[in-house]
């Protein structure tokens, strides 16, 4: 059976360091796959349009639809607006699995995004937290075996290159290390890690309601490109919080930007 998995994370390459071992696992599952970047990433190095580029890059390597948050790096707060975007995102993609950010991080954004996600998946049946550099405390105790798939998540770090030579949070030697780590743990070769927040492991999938905005159960890549583009255009469109937490970002950052109402996952900030 084909499941809708969304992974959340609050900066370009944080999805990536987490999971996109599992992502990678997914989608040779036979998965489809959503990617939710919250921010541009616009504190970090790299230039926002690079970083931008970068994650499209990435997603392309992965096979993931992408959907941008459209927020300012360092100022995600766990209010309703941010609330707001991830609901979207669980209900346009019909989620049945979401990753996002372990709740006990130092940086401020990772743990707003951990929460916001909490809340926005109150009904979810399956919520992972993922693991980043700045995570602090982590207890995982659910491994996905990504010995296959290795390779396709250095692939997709390798995408953001401005990170790679510019920040030392992304280390591929440490995230080789840490798969094996992992994989020691969960007694397989390598492996992503994960603490879940609720995992009901479902033997015999329920068949989903008649009408679920995601029910195909073997559709043409075509089928699938086509709904990507649709979700994207849905999200960008509907998000009822979009001026309020935009207003906010700005004030926050003193910035100025231009509309926000992104057609087909361009860029919002
Ligand atoms: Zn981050």
Not at 120 to 140: C, D, E, K, W
Request: aromatic content about 6%; overall charge negative.
């Amino acid at each position: 059976m084909m499941r809708h998995i969304l992974a959340v994370g609050a900066h370009p390459d944080d999805i990536e360091l987490g999971c996109a071992g599992a992502l990678a696992a997914h989608r040779s599952a036979g998965d489809d796959v959503t990617m939710l970047v919250l921010t541009g990433g616009q504190n970090g190095p790299g230039r926002t349009s690079e970083r931008w580029d970068e994650q499209q890059q990435a997603a392309h390597v992965l096979k993931a639809e992408l959907l941008w948050g459209g927020l300012i790096d360092c100022t995600l707060f766990p209010d309703s607006s941010l609330i707001s975007i991830v609901e979207h995102a669980i209900r346009t993609t019909a989620a049945d699995v979401i990753y996002v950010h372990a709740p006990d991080d130092s940086h401020q954004d990772h743990r707003a995004a951990a929460a916001a996600t909490l809340s926005a998946g109150r009904m979810s049946s399956r919520i992972l937290h993922y693991r980043s550099p700045s995570t602090v405390q982590f207890n995982p105790t659910v491994f996905v075996d990504v010995s296959e798939h290795l390779g396709t998540k250095l692939a997709a770090l390798d995408c953001h290159r401005t990170q790679v030579d510019g920040s030392s949070m992304v280390d591929l030697e440490l995230v080789m290390v840490a798969a094996r780590y992992f994989g020691g743990m969960a007694r397989v070769q390598h492996a992503e890690a994960f603490a879940p927040a609720r995992f009901v492991w479902d033997l015999v999938p329920r068949p989903r309601a008649a009408g679920d905005a995601a029910s195909t159960t073997a559709e043409r890549p075509t089928d699938r490109a086509e709904r990507g583009a649709e979700r994207a255009a849905d999200f960008a469109a509907e998000r009822p919080a979009d001026r309020a937490a935009d207003r906010r970002a700005e004030q926050r950052s003193g910035a100025h930007h231009g509309a926000h109402a992104a057609p087909k996952g361009e860029p919002v900030w």
